[in-house]
């Protein structure tokens, strides 16, 4: 099974509007951590927010914030005042366990290819 | 200079050969990985090393291998390469803590003819 989903093979949003990418995850761990990193054209991969799975208020970095939603499994990535810059593949990925045990390892969505129109 | 580099960018080559891509960091980790990149697919895990002394393998090591020659070095090889390894490879580090991101380097792009 699927440990990280992302439903929404492509996204399009108009310049200054906001928009939400989907992000759903399956573990049995209590503790987890969820990731979003965004790849330009370019190809490198940038690191946008985090979330840990005991974190009681949702993640924010300036115009990012991840909905995270436990019981649902969800940890939504929404991009406030999208920027033409913003055009990007968007992953979301999840690192299980915490400390040693986890050695650190991320399982990756397939990605959300983001576009955003003038 | 990059915290995570890796080597070469880009690489053609030809099925059969046997082909090294490099990584080395400044970041001072000891956890080093190894992940390729297919359309559709998202990042996958290939090998990681905890540290010079430990090697294990991800969910695709087939047909690939490693060496950990220090704390800042960590190398893939394709022992034989094959068309449908052709992938954008990534390299990446991180620190002990959990709460923390991994770094990646810029990504090898491979392709196999």
């Known amino acids: 099974a699927q440990k990280i989903t992302q439903t929404q093979p492509g996204m399009f949003v108009q310049e200054k509007e906001a928009v939400t990418l989907d992000c759903t995850y399956d573990?049995?761990?209590?503790?987890?951590?969820l990731f979003w990193y965004k790849q330009p054209s370019s190809g490198e991969m940038i690191f946008l927010i985090y979330q840990g799975s005991y974190d009681q208020q949702n993640a924010t970095e300036g115009r990012y914030s991840l909905n995270f939603q436990k019981a649902r499994k969800s940890a939504n990535l929404v991009i406030s005042a999208s920027q033409l810059g913003d055009s990007a593949m968007y992953f979301c990925a999840m690192r299980e366990g915490l400390g040693g045990t986890s050695y650190g390892k991320l399982t990756f969505g397939q990605g959300t290819i983001l576009t955003v129109h003038p | 200079d990059a915290d995570v580099t890796q080597t070469p960018r880009n690489r053609i080559t030809k099925t059969g050969k046997r082909i090294m891509l490099e990584c080395s960091q400044t970041k001072g980790h000891d956890r080093m990985y190894w992940y390729r990149q297919d359309p559709g697919l998202g990042l996958r895990l290939i090998y990681y090393s905890f540290d010079v002394k430990d090697i294990n393998k991800g969910e695709i090591s087939d047909g690939y291998s490693v060496s950990r020659q220090a704390q800042a070095k960590f190398s893939l090889s394709l022992e034989s390469a094959i068309p449908n390894q052709t992938a954008l490879y990534f390299c990446a580090t991180s620190a002990p803590d959990s709460d923390t991101e991994a770094f990646f380097g810029q990504g090898t792009r491979l392709t196999v003819v």
């Open positions: 573990t049995s761990d209590p503790s987890y951590g």
